[in-house]
């Protein structure tokens, strides 16, 4: 699949940084299940980092332990290198953690635009009285809230289906819209779980394209899940790969390639 | 016709309105709720008769009226926040089922609660608005109102469009109907889903007392105010579930109804179909126009 620009890795107006996010011996366990056994890994500023591995390897509850829905019964989480306990949702919202889901979660009464605003109005800062009597602090928030959910609809080419109620949209068009109200709140990183679950290939090359518009346009650090190996290799620059809860490789695309624990992982082994 | 049957005509249509207007302010608190959680509050009839029960049992411990108001306010906010804690908190992300099945909990809990706390007995409420016509408007136009209707109908009205504010002007209004939504949606961009439950329940047990103490001025303070609820349901069907101008309209439209309906038809039947009036007019809506008049079109793939 080529549709990455070759300007993608060699000239970055974003160049990658230091660690944005670490995560040190984390362990996750629901009842005797051992979701996640001490895993550790940095995600570096400005990069596109890809989670990979089989099915129930333990991708999103890594995922969800970076978005604070799962706490873990051990291990550390670092935000610019300060310490974090107790994530909650609403907390990674507000440090700029910003997500979508395997399972699209869009509010499907409301329309794209109405979608795409309401990933940014819940940092509005102008009180109820502000929006009644329509001051200027709650004029000029609508005026930039507006601005922005234009520009994102752009970059995503959605104009064409700005006014539309979500459930009548079909299934890629509902992941980019997911996409777009997630990058509404401007966050410094963006998790993707299975950003291309479920997609053609044609569809698949779109958010390929739009992945890396958000990586190069806005600098957004992105971490995401992904199966589809092709798609992984061509748009990240670290790869982490677990298998049943355990780190088997981390690196860059062609390290991870090359690993032998990998490629027993994903084509199976003789015992 | 002659101007007696005329005025006599409106004057069944303004006493429908305002019997209409104490339906919507009943439904108003379902509505609240639905909003929020997708969910019919099978509790809701409890709310009322809770919320009224305590606060004459406040008036009853000798707390005159603006004492005993502000501390019933309180304790439904406490009401609202006790909800979230043990009943919303634990059942996040589950299906909308369990959510109905936990609010009829909620309604036995509420009912023994307030049993418990002040009794079974009948109360009587004076709020001081006399249910009886308004001599001067009758004098002025030979129409005979209630006092307590036109309280009924101001208070309703300014409870509406303060809430239709809140609801499509506010970012309270927005993470309201997000939360309603998509439970994860709304976490993963930052909106508490425990201040928008508190808020919203406190708000409905609030509206609840203010139904509960307009109703047990009229019917007296008593277990069967629980039924009313059973009223807002056509209401709800009619106005379509979602819309808070739309219970007002439907509660008017089932008040004037019911109540023509009953002067002009009723003997057809042998009277008394008032009670089921709004029913047959709500299964009329359910084949017509399923999402009611201002409710949201259910859109479905198959």
Redesign the interface.
């Known amino acids: 699949m080529n549709v990455i620009s070759e300007t993608h890795f060699s000239e970055r107006a974003f160049p990658i940084a230091g660690p944005v996010l670490e995560l040190e011996n984390i362990s996750l366990r629901f009842g005797g299940v051992h979701a996640l056994t001490d895993i550790s890994f940095n995600v570096l500023e400005h990069e596109v980092r890809a989670i990979i591995g089989p099915n129930g390897a333990g991708k999103s509850s890594m995922l969800n332990v970076i978005g604070g829905l799962y706490t873990p019964q051990e291990g550390r989480i670092r935000f610019d290198s300060e310490l974090l306990s107790g994530m909650t949702p609403g907390r990674a919202a507000k440090l700029g953690i910003g997500r979508t889901f395997q399972n699209i979660a869009l509010f499907k009464r409301m329309t794209v635009l109405e979608n795409i605003m309401a990933g940014r109005k819940l940092f509005n800062h102008a009180t109820f009285l502000e929006v009644a009597l329509q001051l200027p602090r709650a004029r000029r928030e609508e005026i930039e809230d507006r601005e922005k959910a234009e520009e994102i609809i752009e970059t995503l080419e959605i104009q064409h289906i700005r006014k539309t109620q979500v459930s009548r949209l079909p299934y890629g068009l509902q992941k980019r819209v997911e996409l777009g109200r997630a990058l509404a709140a401007e966050p410094k990183i963006l998790l993707l779980d299975e950003p291309m679950a479920g997609m053609n290939v044609e569809e698949k090359q779109d958010m390929c394209r739009f992945i890396i518009d958000v990586n190069d346009h806005y600098g957004t650090t992105i971490v995401l899940i992904e199966h589809d190996m092709g798609v992984v290799m061509d748009i990240s620059d670290r790869v982490v790969v677990l298998d049943y809860g355990k780190k088997i490789g981390d690196g860059t695309p062609d390290d991870v390639r090359s690993n032998q624990n990998v490629i027993d992982a994903y084509l199976g082994v003789a015992h | 016709m002659d101007l007696y049957e005329v005025l006599f005509f409106l004057e069944v249509l303004v006493g429908g309105l305002l019997a209409g207007v104490m339906y919507s302010l009943v439904a108003l608190g379902f509505v609240l709720i639905y909003k929020a959680s997708s969910v019919f509050n099978f509790a809701q009839g409890a709310m009322v008769f809770f919320a009224v029960l305590s606060f004459v049992g406040f008036m009853e411990l000798g707390l005159n009226f603006w004492v005993a108001l502000p501390v019933t306010v309180a304790l439904m906010i406490l009401v609202g926040m006790a909800t979230e804690r043990f009943v919303l908190r634990p059942l996040v992300n589950q299906s909308d089922d369990t959510l109905l099945m936990a609010t009829i909990g909620l309604a036995f809990v509420l009912e023994g609660l307030a049993q418990m706390a002040w009794g079974v007995e009948v109360r009587r409420l004076d709020l001081g608005i006399p249910d009886v016509p308004l001599t001067w408007l009758a004098d002025l136009t030979g129409i005979f109102v209630s006092a307590l209707d036109i309280t009924a109908g101001v208070v309703a009205g300014v409870l509406v469009v303060g809430l239709a504010?809140?609801f499509s002007?506010?970012?309270?209004g927005?993470?309201l109907?997000?939360v309603?939504?998509?439970h994860?949606?709304?976490?993963?961009?930052?909106?508490?889903l425990k201040h928008i439950w508190m808020m919203v329940w406190a708000t409905a047990g609030i509206v609840a007392l203010v139904a509960g103490m307009l109703w047990g001025a009229r019917s007296g303070v008593q277990f069967a105010l629980i039924g009313i609820a059973l009223k807002a349901l056509p209401v709800m069907i009619i106005g379509g579930f979602t819309s808070v101008p739309g219970v007002i309209v439907a509660g008017l439209i089932v008040g004037a109804s019911e109540k023509l309906a009953e002067v002009y038809i009723g003997p057809y039947f042998g009277g008394g179909i008032e009670g089921w009036a709004p029913y047959m007019l709500a299964v009329v809506f359910l084949m017509f126009r399923p999402e009611g008049l201002f409710g949201?079109r259910h859109?479905r793939r198959v």
């Open positions: 504010i809140l002007k506010t970012k309270a927005l993470g109907r997000a309603a939504d998509s994860a949606a709304a976490q993963s961009i930052g909106i508490p949201e859109i």
